[in-house]
């Protein structure tokens, strides 16, 4: 009887770790393969594949692929499809398939007037995203169904900027304005909070903002002050700039994406039209990518 149970113990044991490892196969990350970004001025999305010569292509441009003149800003994916934002004033929520399928989601409606910034949401399927005319979040389904809604309700708050991000093991959506970021509870309760005052040569306009929550860590870009840095994401201490104008020729930066497998940080400059890579860690000197005429938001996949 003895050995049954230490044999049975055994099996439970080797059952309970079988899981776990599986769970922690399925849960690892995997090297981004291709970049995906919106260029501005003409009116396109592109992708440059990592692993094939940094080979660079068009996803969808013009007004066959519901473009229509200037705007291509935010982007986002749920890992298979993408979803853009065109930031003008009769602007739209787009969903690109894998297919290269173009499909307006939401337009004409105060929700979509001059859309920046767009984060998709896995736990509930949702997109996010910052009408900088309203300067309110917004939220709506990934296929277009129903109406987008205000995050906060009809409270007004400083959402008028170019920077948005979610974080789901604390719920909480962190923005920007055109000085400050802010934090606030991602179900929309309560009033968001500055995080981050304008601090000169550090935070002036903060462009893009992306969440690591394993290191406390909020990463950011600045249009004005020309740096790629990061800081607490409680709000608390030091800034740590990684790479900046003086030392490395930032100029304008925008874009932000994070390959944490390969330790790799991305960002776009809008004036330059670079896109450029660099060691996580900010030693190194940048590599440039590509160069397109004023690129904006950037993802990883």
Known sequence: MKNLTLLMCGVLVFFLFSCNKDNNEEDKAKAATELYYCAWKDSLV?????????????????????ISGRGPNGITTDGTNLYVALEVNDGAILKISTTGTVTVLYSGVDATIKPTAIVYNKKNNMLYWISEDASKIYYANTNGTG?????????????DGYGLDIDLKTNKIYFTDWDNIWVGNLDGTGTPTKLYNTIY??????????????????????????????????GTGNFHILFDYDNDDVDRADGLAIDFVT???????T??????????????????????????KIILK
């Open 147 to 159: 109406t987008p809604t205000s995050l906060f309700g009809n409270e007004s708050i400083e959402a």
């Open 263 to 269: 330790n790799k940080i991305y960002w776009s400059e």
């Open 201 to 234: 040569d550090t935070i002036e306009s903060p462009s893009s903002i992306l969440v690591d929550n394993t290191n406390n860590r909020l990463y950011y870009t600045d249009e004005n002050t020309n740096v790629v840095a990061y800081a607490n994401l409680d």
């Open 46 to 66: 592109g992708k440059i594949e990592l692993n094939n010569g940094n080979l660079n292509s068009i996803v969808a441009k013009g007004i066959a692929d519901n």
């Open 271 to 296: 004036f330059s039209g670079r896109i450029r890579v660099g060691n996580l860690d900010g030693t190194g000197t940048p590599t440039t990518l590509l160069i397109q005429d004023e690129v904006y």
